[in-house]
């Protein structure tokens, strides 16, 4: 399965250095009990590795979405190619299915309000909430 291309980050190279190497530890621990964090976890898809990312997400309508302000990233492609992944949001894992990612300018009522507004620019991983 191929991913589109959805163009730069809207973030800086440095600012995503700074954010995987400082950030995202914090963020790991912190993300499952905060609103509209999540924690996705993931296997890598030629190793097998498994990974943990924190995320900005949001749910709505049995959807699990996140906007790819960082663009198509590893967590995002090991997502599309395994076709799962868990997720710890809120206090709770939830299991998402059949990730797929919207294009920017094409998110649709279905969404939630965040998730279409910035996905007039930005692509969109949605996923359904098995």
């Known amino acids: 399965m191929s991913t ?3 163009g ?3 973030f800086p190279a440095w600012f995503d250095r700074l954010q995987v ?17 999540a924690v996705i976890h993931h296997a890598g898809r030629k ?5 943990t990312t924190p995320v900005n997400a949001f749910r709505s309508k049995g959807k699990f979405t996140v906007v790819l302000g960082h663009g ?17 949001s809120q206090f709770r ?17 279905d969404l939630p309000l965040p ?9 969109v991983l949605v996923a359904d909430i098995a």
């Open 72 to 88: 198509v990233t590893d967590w995002v492609r090991n997502v599309l190619a395994a076709g799962e992944a868990d997720v710890q």
């Open 21 to 37: 190497k400082y950030m995202n530890p914090v963020m790991r621990r912190a993300a499952p009990y905060l609103p509209t964090f």
């Open 93 to 109: 894992t939830i299991r998402i299915t059949n990730p797929r990612i919207v294009e920017p300018g094409q998110a649709g009522l």
């Open 8 to 10: 730069a980050s809207m």
């Open 115 to 123: 998730a279409r507004v910035a996905g007039g620019r930005f692509g």
């Open 47 to 51: 190793s097998g590795k498994p990974y």
């Open 4 to 6: 589109p291309d959805l």
